[in-house]
């Protein structure tokens, strides 16, 4: 189907540190201090609470390609080394990691920030240092309507993924839909785009229900929903909460179809529902990692493999993606990078082909994408058409 210096700082630094290393790549291991050798590059991101699965996947792909690129030597002679700092999802938490990033590591780039609110806390850090944001793993329309220098985008936003979702639905008759989101930026964000594409064509949104990210109210959504009957419901979230919603609704004795936006792993769908999972239609805004049929795809296998890694999933996709463009960006950057060069590099791309997924930068359009799929979750977690 188509269509992100006292005692205790010290040990709090060196256990994030640690948790940080042993989800990456060894080449990955946190070190003191930029140096000439390298470019370091800052994230925070969810290394523990209800998203840090989905974070796993998006850092596990994006490490296969900067570990390709360090073992060839690097960019310039300099190797890539990743900074990478737990916010759990917490705005506040990521503000305060991003300011360490920035006045501590003295990072060169921000680099795929994981999930809308922490995105948009970094943001006016972001535009205050001059700091290049790359590629952050959200589709908010926030960080795509309104222009920023520093802010660039590397795939199509929820907007554009949620109207092909109604336009889909509508399509094939389906009149009443539901709305569940997570009750923050990223949930209203996608309700507004999903009402205004409701609106011009002929849906009726039936329900609306918000989602905590703790789970905390998961029956009073179950029910406000399940009241109105809905044929499909659109799962406005990520991670764990949009699983916990499907088991709690179907598990409630109710049916319906289920649409999910690109940030859901069907690996995670597959492990938490087993085949309640078959029939959930997911959107995707990066090539399959199982397309043979596309260069970026066999890249991405053929590195996977070097790592062991034979379970693919979207997430890893879009962290290898992300992780192509960064570079593609640090090459035209000049031999001594700055973020300003940085900037200007990624401007400078006009328009790249990464390996069967395009992508067209400027001085005027940071945000690149249109691609999205709709795909549906078969037999064992895997995606069918």
């Not at 005692?7 to 540190?17: F, K, L």
């Not at 946190?30 to 699965?53: H, M, R, W």
């Not at 594409?197 to 399940?226: C, F, I, Q």
């Not at 085949?275 to 296998?301: L, M, Y």
Request: proline content about 4%; some cysteine.
């Amino acid at each position: 189907m188509r269509k992100n210096i006292d005692t205790r700082m010290v040990g709090r630094r060196a256990a994030v540190a640690m948790l940080a290393g042993a989800c990456l790549p060894a080449s990955f291991a946190q070190t003191a201090g930029p140096s000439d050798k390298e470019l370091v590059i800052g994230q925070s991101c969810q290394l523990t609470g209800p998203l840090a699965a989905l974070s796993t996947e998006v850092r596990q792909g994006a490490g296969l390609y900067f570990d390709h690129v360090n073992a060839s030597g690097g960019i310039n002679g300099r190797k890539i080394r990743l900074v990478v700092l737990d916010d759990a999802y917490d705005p506040a938490r990521a503000a305060e990691n991003t300011r360490k990033l920035i006045d501590d590591e003295k990072v060169l780039a921000l680099f795929q920030y994981a999930g809308t609110p922490p995105s948009m806390a970094a943001l006016p850090l972001v535009e205050e240092h001059g700091v290049p944001f790359i590629a952050p793993f959200t589709g908010s329309d926030a960080l795509r309507q309104k222009f920023s220098r520093y802010v660039f985008n590397v795939k199509a936003g929820y907007g554009t993924e949620l109207d092909a979702m109604v336009r889909q639905l509508a399509t094939v008759g389906i009149q009443k839909i539901a709305a569940v989101y997570l009750n923050n930026q990223f949930g209203t964000g996608g309700l507004a785009a999903v009402e205004k594409s409701v609106a011009a064509r002929n849906v009726t949104l039936v329900a609306r229900a918000p989602l905590e990210v703790d789970g905390s109210r998961m029956d009073a959504a179950v029910a406000l929903v399940a009241k109105s009957s809905p044929q499909a419901i659109i799962v406005i979230s990520a991670g764990k909460p949009s699983v916990d919603f499907v088991d709690a609704y179907t598990k409630a004795g109710h049916r319906s179809t289920f649409y999910m936006l690109s940030v859901i792993s069907n690996a995670q769908l597959a492990k938490a529902l087993g085949e309640r999972a078959r029939g959930i239609v997911v959107s995707q805004v990066v090539p399959s990692p199982w397309n043979r049929g596309v260069a970026i795809s066999r890249e991405f296998q053929t590195f996977a493999a070097a790592k062991g890694i034979a379970d693919y999933t979207f997430s890893q996709m879009d962290g290898f993606v992300s992780a192509k463009l960064l570079v593609e960006g640090l090459r035209r950057a000049g031999a001594r990078p700055t973020r300003d060069s940085l900037v200007a590099g990624l401007e400078a791309i006009k328009r790249v082909d990464l390996g069967g997924f395009i992508v067209e930068l400027s001085r005027e359009q940071h945000s690149s994408g249109t691609f999205v799929d709709l795909l549906m979750v078969g037999r064992d977690g895997r995606f069918t058409r």
